[in-house]
């Protein structure tokens, strides 16, 4: 049996300054202009493309449609910035998927406090402020878009504090503000309460021995 391709087309999976992934396409005449100045894991901006519909051959995400770029389009490289998170693929084939399993890159942690907050425009965000096993702080801006998704965060799943809990988030959106390191969640995060990793063991280990020792110097 023949194996079909479309060889007059470009596709190009890309991911936005919000974490968001979207296709475009460079086809036909463009081809060769779209792929001399597209180079992998650089930034640009563009202008001047359409919004076409994608066919069910074409889809590789959930999104509707996807950008087509051509000659007339306006292509401006930018330089490095964390403004623009860069993402890294392993593509597998279905048959990998069992071996690759589902294990996403997480930041455990207890949570010691927790905090509602508020942009400069009255937009709701919660601050978590969580202790990895080393002690350390990492501090995570949950933001609105992302809060309201029950499947995503589910605040009344929360143990109150002062009880001890323990957190795995994934997929943060790491940035710099007041030359500190940040995270922020990103579309793809979810929040694991008490989930059943090894770290939960031991974070709440490390930090019931580190209760037990405060109670005995106080």
Same mark, same amino acid.
């Given at each position: 049996m *023949?194996?079909?391709?479309? !060889?007059? *087309?470009?596709?190009?999976l890309v991911v936005d300054r919000f974490g968001d992934a979207i296709q475009i396409l460079g086809q036909r005449t463009s081809q060769?202009?779209?792929e001399s100045v597209f180079k992998l894991f650089d930034c640009y901006t563009i202008?001047?493309?359409?919004?076409p519909e994608l066919d069910r051959h074409q889809k590789v995400l959930e999104n509707d449609i996807y950008i087509e770029v051509g000659l007339i389009s306006v292509i401006k490289p930018l330089p490095d910035t964390m403004t623009i998170p860069k993402h890294w693929f392993q593509f597998v084939t279905k048959s990998h998927l069992i071996e690759l399993g589902e294990k996403p890159p997480y930041y455990p942690g207890v949570l010691?406090?927790?905090?509602d907050c508020r942009k400069q425009n009255d937009e709701p965000y919660v601050f978590l402020f969580l202790t990895d096993s080393s002690g350390n702080e990492l501090p995570i801006n949950l933001w609105n878009e992302f809060i309201i998704v029950p499947t995503k965060f589910n605040r009344d799943l929360l143990i109150p504090l002062p009880a001890i809990t323990v957190l795995a988030v994934t997929n943060l959106k790491a940035s710099i503000s007041?030359?500190?390191? !940040?995270?922020g969640s990103s579309p793809?995060?979810?929040?694991?309460i008490n989930? *059943?990793?090894p770290e939960t063991a031991t974070l709440l280990d490390m930090y019931d021995a580190f209760l037990?020792?405060?109670?005995?110097i106080s």
């Open positions: *023949e194996e079909r391709y479309r !060889r007059y *087309e470009t596709w190009y060769d202009y779209i202008s001047e493309y359409s919004c010691p406090k927790i905090k007041a030359g500190a390191l !940040r995270h793809a995060t979810h929040v694991y989930p *059943e990793i037990i020792y405060n109670h005995q």
